[in-house]
């Protein structure tokens, strides 16, 4: 005859144990899971291996390992009192063999959050919990749950150490391994039945989800806007910014400075020169060994990246992938629902206001995130007085030719429509930069290649190295033989602008290949070496004097002798003797 009352309080202590030991668990392994998926390094990983170690012991050894630890003779042990024969020894048997199975999922599931996410959380105005709960949480929450439920079936079925550690009060599993050896297999179809039963209905429990209401019904919205959506006001003139800022990532050393001067700033250079990192630092993401960074009359090196009040697009957009466009302009404390239907208007998202970052091209994705960063950083109140500073991570990197110039167009007209903005961009594009920037900052290997004003960069760039990473090619010697006049060699010459160079100085020169036009009264007679068509027009390798030259034109033209015009101010020139031989492709470690 089956004793119900026996099977009743195991089944009860079984279930209570598991639960108990389950919300322990995920107490610890939920951020021990988030620890281990963001660190790396020897202890991580040694930390790593621990946190398996159950999964290899098998479980009786877990039980006399525990014994050894929390056993009434052990000094742990008689600290807590004992947990032997008792409800806390169980739970403390389960929790040690079921833990692995959350953390590791918390770890996996921490470790597919793309970190670029909580980074713009934190520049949205989000502290490290809020991202912590709003962000990464939630976004790893389902493998998480999965976690958890393994975790408690593991609990809830485990035998070995819960035999060695707390015979009493029977567990279901005790239980039935006492039932059986005293009345055989008979006596087990009534414990089975509350068994299957329990783990069926936890089962059951965890796959259940409630019928699906209104699409997307959960979301967070702005509430309506009481006035008519218009534009952030800004300043009339924008706050200059200043930084000088050092960090080192292993072997890569940057040093980066810019002097307060102008409102649009380029930051231009090859992969790997510390572009991203400079932009990271003036956020706060990242440690500065030292850094200043200054915003008119605010000091914001101090400031953690939530009080910086800093818009940031990063290259990837990093819009939640689980909020709609409308929740994306929701999700930065104290959003202004007027300006967030302004910004929708003026970027042309009108009517895509419930649809998920999945659902949306490319362009416009790049348009909620650059709205996201223009809400935070021109709408008092959400960054504190407005601080009008926008960061752009080679925003248009991803795009096609024909949407990147017109999301171009779309930002310049942006820059135009708020005076007050401040905005730096980062780039390998030197189309890009010099149509969004009027002061243009070089950057290679982690130092400044040379910095300034546009048109003085192009005019004279520091170096061969600095005219190529401004489109140059082709590169050739040349002398002096009047201030605004270069010798070429073979009897040609070439007439420059700019800074007057001393007659007779050795110099490098170059001509950007847009600049370059056949014409056939040009001033310039050159041949065409090579010609290779390229959609309507063609590029081509001309020579002119000793010199070659790369240009883009129109039409098919044959090689052969031609004439050809080249403006003044298209002529890029720097001394000879500090020309530096730096590839723009020039590998480097990639902050």
């Given at each position: 005859?089956?004793?119900?009352?026996?099977?009743?309080r195991?089944?009860?202590v079984s279930v209570?144990?598991?639960s108990v030991?389950?919300?322990?668990?995920?107490?610890?392994?939920?951020?021990?899971?988030?620890?281990?998926?963001?660190?790396r390094?020897?202890?991580a990983a040694?930390l790593g291996v621990?946190v398996?170690?159950?999964?290899?012991?098998?479980?009786?050894a877990?039980?006399?390992?525990l014994?050894f630890l929390?056993?009434?003779?052990?000094?742990?042990?008689?600290?807590?009192?004992?947990v032997t024969?008792?409800?806390?020894?169980?739970?403390?048997?389960?929790?040690?063999?079921?833990?692995?199975f959350?953390v590791?999922?918390a770890?996996?599931?921490?470790?597919?959050?793309?970190?670029a996410?909580?980074d713009?959380?934190?520049?949205?105005?989000?502290?490290?919990?809020?991202?912590?709960?709003?962000?990464s949480l939630?976004?790893?929450w389902?493998?998480?749950?999965?976690?958890?439920?393994l975790?408690?079936?593991?609990?809830?079925?485990?035998?070995g150490?819960?035999?060695?550690?707390a015979?009493?009060p029977?567990?279901?599993?005790?239980?039935t391994f006492?039932?059986f050896?005293?009345?055989?297999?008979?006596?087990?179809?009534?414990?089975l039945a509350?068994?299957?039963?329990?783990?069926?209905?936890v089962?059951?429990?965890?796959?259940?989800?409630?019928?699906a209401?209104?699409?997307?019904?959960w979301?967070?919205k702005?509430p309506?806007?009481?006035?008519?959506?218009s534009?952030?006001?800004?300043a009339?003139?924008?706050?200059?910014?200043?930084f000088?800022?050092?960090?080192?990532?292993?072997r890569?050393?940057?040093?980066?400075?810019?002097a307060?001067?102008?409102?649009?700033?380029?930051i231009?250079?090859?992969?790997?020169?510390g572009?991203?990192?400079t932009?990271?630092?003036?956020c706060?993401?990242?440690p500065?060994?030292?850094?200043?960074?200054?915003?008119g009359?605010r000091d914001?090196?101090?400031l953690?990246?939530?009080r910086?009040?800093i818009?940031?697009?990063?290259?990837?957009?990093?819009?939640?992938?689980d909020?709609?466009?409308?929740?994306q302009l929701?999700f930065?404390?104290?959003?202004?629902?007027?300006?967030?239907?302004?910004?929708?208007?003026r970027l042309?998202l009108?009517?895509?206001?419930?649809r998920?970052?999945?659902?949306?091209s490319?362009?416009?994705q790049?348009?909620?995130?650059l709205?996201?960063?223009l809400?935070?950083?021109?709408?008092?109140g959400?960054?504190g007085p407005?601080?009008g500073?926008?960061?752009?991570?080679?925003?248009?990197?991803a795009?096609?030719a024909?949407l990147?110039?017109?999301?171009?167009?779309l930002?310049?007209?942006?820059?135009?429509?708020?005076?007050?903005?401040?905005?730096v961009l980062?780039t390998?594009?030197?189309?890009?930069a010099?149509?969004?920037a009027?002061?243009?900052?070089?950057?290679?290997?982690?130092?400044?290649?040379?910095?300034?004003?546009?048109?003085?960069?192009?005019a004279?760039?520091a170096?061969?190295a600095v005219a190529?990473?401004?489109g140059?090619?082709f590169?050739?010697?040349g002398?002096?033989?009047?201030?605004?006049?270069i010798?070429?060699?073979g009897?040609?010459?070439l007439a420059?602008?700019g800074?007057?160079?001393?007659?007779?100085?050795?110099?490098g020169?170059?001509?950007r290949r847009?600049?370059?036009a056949?014409?056939p009264?040009g001033?310039?007679?050159?041949?065409i070496?090579?010609?290779?068509?390229?959609?309507?027009?063609?590029?081509?390798?001309l020579?002119?004097?000793d010199?070659r030259?790369a240009?883009l034109?129109?039409?098919?033209?044959?090689?052969?002798?031609?004439?050809?015009d080249?403006?003044?101010e298209?002529v890029?020139?720097?001394?000879?003797?500090?020309t530096?031989?730096?590839?723009?492709?020039s590998?480097?470690?990639?902050p």
């Amino acid at each position: 005859v089956a004793d119900w009352p026996a099977i009743g309080r195991a089944v009860l202590v079984s279930v209570a144990s598991a639960s108990v030991a389950s919300a322990l668990v995920a107490a610890g392994g939920i951020p021990l899971g988030f620890l281990l998926a963001r660190r790396r390094g020897r202890a991580a990983a040694a930390l790593g291996v621990l946190v398996q170690l159950p999964l290899a012991l098998p479980p009786l050894a877990s039980g006399i390992l525990l014994l050894f630890l929390l056993g009434p003779y052990a000094p742990l042990g008689r600290l807590v009192g004992g947990v032997t024969d008792s409800f806390a020894g169980i739970v403390c048997a389960e929790a040690f063999v079921a833990a692995p199975f959350l953390v590791i999922a918390a770890r996996e599931g921490f470790a597919g959050v793309d970190p670029a996410l909580e980074d713009v959380a934190a520049t949205l105005g989000h502290a490290p919990g809020a991202r912590f709960l709003r962000v990464s949480l939630r976004l790893a929450w389902p493998t998480i749950r999965a976690g958890l439920l393994l975790t408690w079936l593991r609990a809830f079925g485990e035998f070995g150490a819960t035999v060695m550690l707390a015979y009493h009060p029977y567990s279901l599993p005790v239980y039935t391994f006492v039932a059986f050896g005293a009345d055989g297999l008979p006596a087990m179809l009534p414990v089975l039945a509350p068994t299957l039963a329990a783990a069926l209905a936890v089962l059951f429990l965890a796959s259940w989800r409630p019928r699906a209401r209104a699409r997307r019904s959960w979301q967070p919205k702005l509430p309506a806007p009481r006035r008519v959506a218009s534009l952030p006001s800004a300043a009339a003139e924008a706050q200059h910014l200043a930084f000088d800022v050092t960090r080192r990532a292993g072997r890569f050393a940057l040093a980066c400075a810019w002097a307060p001067e102008g409102r649009r700033l380029a930051i231009i250079g090859a992969s790997g020169s510390g572009k991203s990192m400079t932009l990271r630092l003036l956020c706060g993401l990242d440690p500065a060994a030292r850094g200043m960074v200054r915003l008119g009359g605010r000091d914001l090196g101090p400031l953690p990246p939530e009080r910086r009040g800093i818009g940031y697009v990063p290259q990837s957009y990093a819009l939640l992938p689980d909020r709609t466009l409308r929740a994306q302009l929701a999700f930065p404390p104290g959003a202004d629902p007027a300006a967030a239907e302004a910004w929708i208007g003026r970027l042309d998202l009108a009517g895509l206001e419930d649809r998920l970052p999945s659902e949306l091209s490319l362009g416009q994705q790049q348009r909620v995130a650059l709205a996201r960063a223009l809400l935070r950083t021109m709408t008092p109140g959400v960054a504190g007085p407005g601080a009008g500073l926008l960061l752009l991570d080679e925003p248009f990197s991803a795009l096609d030719a024909p949407l990147r110039r017109r999301l171009r167009l779309l930002l310049r007209g942006v820059q135009a429509a708020l005076p007050g903005l401040v905005t730096v961009l980062v780039t390998h594009d030197p189309d890009e930069a010099l149509l969004l920037a009027d002061f243009l900052l070089v950057l290679h290997e982690g130092r400044v290649l040379q910095a300034g004003p546009a048109a003085s960069l192009l005019a004279r760039p520091a170096s061969a190295a600095v005219a190529r990473l401004l489109g140059a090619e082709f590169e050739a010697p040349g002398q002096m033989m009047a201030p605004d006049r270069i010798a070429l060699g073979g009897g040609a010459s070439l007439a420059v602008a700019g800074p007057a160079l001393p007659v007779g100085a050795t110099v490098g020169w170059t001509v950007r290949r847009g600049f370059v036009a056949l014409r056939p009264d040009g001033a310039y007679p050159a041949e065409i070496e090579t010609a290779a068509p390229v959609g309507a027009g063609c590029e081509l390798v001309l020579r002119l004097g000793d010199a070659r030259l790369a240009a883009l034109v129109a039409g098919r033209p044959a090689p052969g002798p031609c004439r050809i015009d080249i403006p003044a101010e298209a002529v890029q020139v720097w001394p000879a003797e500090i020309t530096t031989e730096i590839t723009a492709a020039s590998p480097g470690p990639r902050p």
